[in-house]
Nanobody, 115 residues
Framework: QVQLVESGGGLVQPGGSLRLSCAAS????????MAWYRQAPGKQREFLAV???????TYTDSMKGRFTISRDNGKNMVYLQMNSLKSEDTGVYYC?????????WGQGTQVTVSS
């Protein structure tokens, strides 16, 4: 079955950087778009970025210029490089893909931005 496993979260100071990773299995990875979402404390899960199977990217406006999504089809990995982190970036970050109308999610990785 499809499995998504995020990693790379942690505690970082404001202005710092983190690179999140998502390992996918059970899916023909190179055929599908992959996305990152975030759920901040007390808020709904929000879309951050998506990368198509062809490598085209789309970001929510607030992330443009700070976050970069990328993928390595040879390794079945998708990444989220996060720079200039702010306290409001704190939350649980989730990897996502959709197959035949069904959404799949990882367990999430916690990112805490604090001094």
């Amino acid at each position: 079955q499809v499995q998504l496993v995020e990693s790379g979260g942690g505690l970082v100071q404001p202005g710092g950087s983190l690179r999140l990773s998502c390992a996918a299995s059970g899916v023909a990875f190179r055929l599908y778009a992959m996305a990152w979402y975030r759920q901040a404390p007390g808020k709904q899960r929000e879309f951050l970025a998506v990368i198509t199977n062809g490598g085209s990217t789309t970001y929510t406006d607030s992330m443009k210029g700070r976050f970069t999504i990328s993928r390595d089809n040879g390794k079945n990995m998708v990444y989220l490089q996060m720079n200039s982190l702010k306290s409001e970036d704190t939350g649980v970050y989730y990897c996502n893909t959709n197959l035949s109308g069904k959404a799949y999610w990882g367990q999430g990785t916690q990112v805490t931005v604090s001094s």
